[in-house]
């Protein structure tokens, strides 16, 4: 096992859901500060959500309401569930390890970057 390993990409239609899941060997999940990131074709890459080992998420803008960021700690798994996806919403994703000496934030340096698992989108 890699130090972080996504799934559960895939193709949906808009609309629907889909649920990353990112393994970890490495990391203790409920001691860290962990998130998602992506990168859309032709874009840079973007934070979409971070939580932090006592529970407190983060997410940007757009994916409020929409994605919930979450851990089993049993499993020491993290989890992206995301809901009423649009085209907008194609990308790699990425889970990422964060760094926490000014805090778990979006704007927390990435210490880790796992392989990525693409998520793609149609109208």
């Known amino acids: 096992l890699g130090d972080l390993v996504e799934s559960g990409g895939g193709s949906v239609q808009a609309g629907g859901s889909l649920r990353l899941s990112c393994a970890t060997s490495?990391?203790?999940?409920?001691?860290?500060?962990m998130g998602w990131f992506r990168q859309a074709p032709g874009k840079e890459r973007e934070g979409v959500a971070a939580?932090?080992?006592?529970?407190?998420?983060e997410y940007a803008d757009s994916e409020k309401g929409r994605f919930t960021i979450s851990s089993d700690n049993a499993k020491n798994t993290l989890y992206l569930q995301m809901n009423s996806l649009t085209r907008e919403d194609t990308a790699m994703y990425y889970c990422?390890?964060?760094?926490?000496?000014?805090?778990?934030?979006?704007?927390?340096?990435?210490?880790?970057w796992g392989q990525g698992t693409q998520v793609t989108v149609s109208s």
């Open positions: 990422v390890a964060l760094s926490r000496i000014s805090g778990c934030s979006l704007r927390s340096r990435v210490v880790t």
């Open positions: 490495h990391y203790v999940v409920s001691g860290s500060c």
């Open positions: 939580i932090d080992g006592d529970g407190t998420t």
